[in-house]
């Protein structure tokens, strides 16, 4: 169905017509405010929480009033206006922008009354005072050895980052210094978490999986016994703009490929010892720091679900649940989704890069797999 | 803040905006979206993946008629439109192009910044060169949510993944998007019945393809399109680190695992961008953009008689399995089909960085 006036506010082709008759009597008229003896003048209003806008005093009529990107010198015939709105303030007529101005940028005002001169006024909205305070405060996994088939690396930010310019601020060094080239793929959507805070890192699946054509080509992005250095780069802008306090630095060695799957049988389950104790589980393998956080949960043997905080130490093999409400003594169990991966994306279910076996696709999905425990009276 | 003072204004202009539709279920208007990236256009409905979101919108932004005429090519794009969204060219983002190919309008996905900040904005260009603003307060829309998407296996909590929506197609009666995770690497399609119902949800489809010889693996599809293989609807997906994989739509049934077929493989350190079918001369083609491999053409030909043989089994280098020729396109950044005889190309102008949006004939490609 179509919608009447759903089309665009604004078009091409009318804007530099209007762009280009008003350049040309604002150059002329560059700097003068006064007509007839009224004082009208253009006023940059408003501010930063609030948003900005142009006002135009002294006048009653409201004729034809532009904003343009940049300074006065730039306007050309090329020019298209700003989107935005004019409405009658009590102030005087006022020109609201359609997207928030951004901060240390120059626009150019423009008012063309029906009759009489033309009125211009150059603006540069006010820089925010930005101070870099940004850091990068963890990168998983955060053990000291990784596999040469490590699949991902997380870069956990303090405070929400921009997007689009990973590649630019970001490289793995080898043990001489030098950028491994093309070891991550780095899509250009940049993968984030929804706070925008934690950066995940791919390394190239091509090279890392067995046997197919970038492996044989490349191989695989490390390899056993080297020392491998991420590197995050100062200049990486937040989300506000400003760069971050420090570069940082985090080195690994590289030890031998994990081609098994984690196997909750070898996993070490410390039922609580008292009401408010908490639940541990240890791993002999390293799992994934970010799925650890939600891929186990605590129910009561029925099914109910438990609430609780959960913290993943001692390089992502041990994971604690501390519950929100003291236990009540009783059977409980700890599910683990069959997704859960470890550091080289091996899950319970399925190896990273499987032997091919006919039966293995449309075998049933391995589900979800219980441990029990039990939490005393006493 | 502004956007609110423009919402009162847009509506004020369309009036009352409540209105019943055919099936009984109340339009809504002004979709919410966090964020914009892929799009689809199909029958005067534009799919927009909101990754932020976690959310498919389909927007009703209406179909032109008859075929696309002449495309007046539009230089400096980037800078046009930096200047109408008062910022500049390196704050647009223009993530996806999509062509309206009845009235030949271009729809563009745009991020405005980067940063906190960062706005979503719709903007098209029609055949004549004009580029208008698209207000989102003025659209119609369904939604279908992708956050609460049950998990692979079906006792699954809810997944709060992150998932980037990569690509978007309308096959049949179904909407298929293919996604990232920002966590988990295995590959997920989804796919939801369109028309969305009030409560859409998407499930998920898990495509395992073979690698060489003795491994298959899971790894998320990038692109992908719909082709016809003897006679059968087939989905030809472009995985990230870059096989090139086949699956039967109609084998995918009720199924929610299924193993594809590995084609090719368009070696390693590439993400293919996005697929289009093409005809040049009377001949079929798949044209597929790529991050870091240019432009390669697949003669459909080959697509089909790879059905005919098993998956690639040999150990042989980067370049594997059914052939590609480069196409002679320069820095191509989006592309879509642009009627019949042409495709709508968004490329940097290498002598200014600056992007221009043309039409190219599809013999020249």
Not at chain 1, 35 to 45: F, H, K, N, Q, V
Not at chain 1, 262 to 284: N, S
Not at chain 2, 85 to 111: C, H, P, R, W
Not at chain 2, 206 to 218: D, K, L, M, N, V
Request: net charge negative; hydrophobic share 40%.
């Amino acid at each position: 169905m179509r919608i009447a006036g759903s089309e665009s506010l604004n078009t091409l082709r009318p804007s530099i017509q209007r762009a280009a008759a008003a350049t040309l009597l604002a150059l002329a008229a560059f700097g003068c405010s006064a007509e007839s003896g009224a004082e009208r003048t253009l006023r940059l209003t408003g501010d930063q929480e609030s948003g900005w806008a142009v006002t135009l005093t002294g006048s009653e009529e409201a004729g034809e009033l532009q904003v343009f990107t940049g300074g006065s010198i730039e306007l050309s015939a090329e020019r298209i206006a700003v989107l935005g709105e004019v409405s009658q303030g009590a102030a005087g007529v006022i020109w609201t922008p359609r997207y928030t101005l951004r901060p240390a940028q120059q626009y150019t005002a423009v008012w063309r009354p029906s009759a009489g001169e033309v009125l211009s006024a150059t603006f540069t909205i006010p820089a925010l005072d930005l101070v870099a305070s940004t850091v990068v405060v963890g990168v998983y996994p955060s053990a000291e050895v990784v596999p040469e088939n490590l699949l991902r690396l997380y870069i956990q930010f303090s405070a929400p980052m921009s997007r689009g310019s990973a590649r630019q601020f970001v490289e793995l060094l080898d043990d001489d210094n030098e950028p491994i080239a093309g070891a991550f793929v780095v899509p250009e959507q940049e993968l984030w978490s929804s706070a925008e805070d934690r950066l995940t890192l791919f390394f190239d699946p091509g090279r890392l999986k067995q046997e197919v054509g970038p492996n044989l080509a490349a191989g695989a992005p490390l390899s056993a016994g080297q020392t491998v250095t991420l590197r995050v780069r100062r200049e990486w802008p937040d989300a506000r703009g400003a760069m971050l306090r420090e570069s940082f630095e985090r080195t690994w060695r590289v030890g031998a490929a994990d081609r098994e799957r984690p196997r909750t049988d070898t996993w070490t389950v410390h039922a609580p010892q008292t009401p408010a104790g908490p639940l541990r589980v240890e791993f002999p393998h390293a799992l994934d720091a970010a799925l650890l956080q939600r891929m186990l949960t605590v129910e009561t043997r029925a099914g109910a679900p438990i609430e609780g905080e959960v913290s993943v130490a001692a390089g992502e093999r041990d994971w604690t649940f501390r519950p929100v409400v003291p236990w009540e003594p009783g059977d409980y169990s700890i599910r683990v989704e069959a997704d859960l991966e470890d550091l080289a994306g091996n899950s319970l279910e399925r190896l990273f890069d499987e032997p091919l076996v006919e039966e293995q696709v449309g075998r049933p999905a391995l589900g979800a797999v219980r441990l029990d425990f039990t939490v005393g009276s006493g | 803040m502004n956007k609110r003072a423009f919402a009162a204004f847009a509506l004020a202009i369309i009036a009352t905006v409540a209105w019943t539709a055919p099936n009984g279920a109340t339009v809504t208007t002004d979709p919410p979206l966090a964020s914009i990236g892929a799009l689809e256009h199909a029958g005067g409905v534009l799919f927009a993946g909101d990754s932020k979101g976690g959310t498919v919108y389909a927007l009703e932004v209406g179909a032109g008629s008859g075929d696309p005429g002449e495309f007046t090519a539009v230089n400096d794009l980037d800078v046009k439109i930096a200047d109408m969204l008062g910022t500049t060219a390196n704050e647009v983002f223009i993530k996806d192009l999509a062509v309206d190919q009845a009235s030949g309008a271009a729809y563009l996905s745009i991020m405005r910044g980067s940063g906190a900040g960062a706005e979503p904005v719709l903007m098209k260009v029609t055949p004549d060169g004009e580029l208008h603003h698209v207000a989102f307060e003025t659209l119609a829309y369904t939604k279908l949510d992708l956050a609460d998407a049950p998990d692979n296996t079906p006792d699954a909590r809810r997944n709060p993944r992150n998932a980037t929506i990569t690509d978007i197609e309308l096959l049949g009666d179904s909407v298929y998007i293919a996604g990232l995770s920002n966590e988990e690497f295995a590959s997920v399609l989804r796919r939801a019945p369109w028309p969305f119902e009030a409560s859409a949800n998407a499930t998920g489809l898990e495509i395992y393809h073979g690698a060489h010889g003795q491994y298959e693996t899971q790894a998320p599809i990038y692109t992908f399109m719909p082709v016809e293989l003897s006679g059968e609807k087939h989905v030809l997906a472009g995985y990230l680190c870059t096989p090139l994989v086949t699956f039967s739509v109609d084998e995918l049934g009720s199924a929610d695992k299924l193993r594809g077929r590995t084609i090719a493989e368009l070696g390693f350190g590439n993400v293919p961008i996005d697929m289009l079918h093409i005809e040049q001369d009377g001949e079929d083609f798949v044209l597929l953009t790529n991050s870091r491999r240019g432009t390669m053409k697949i003669p459909m030909s080959d697509v089909i008689a790879a059905q005919g043989k098993p998956s690639i089994e040999e150990r042989v280098g980067p370049r594997t399995g059914v052939d590609y020729e480069g196409s002679p396109l320069g820095l191509v950044v989006q592309v879509d089909n642009y009627g019949d005889s042409k495709i709508l190309i968004l490329e940097r102008n290498p002598e200014n960085g600056t992007l221009r949006l043309s039409a190219r004939e599809n013999r020249w490609l």
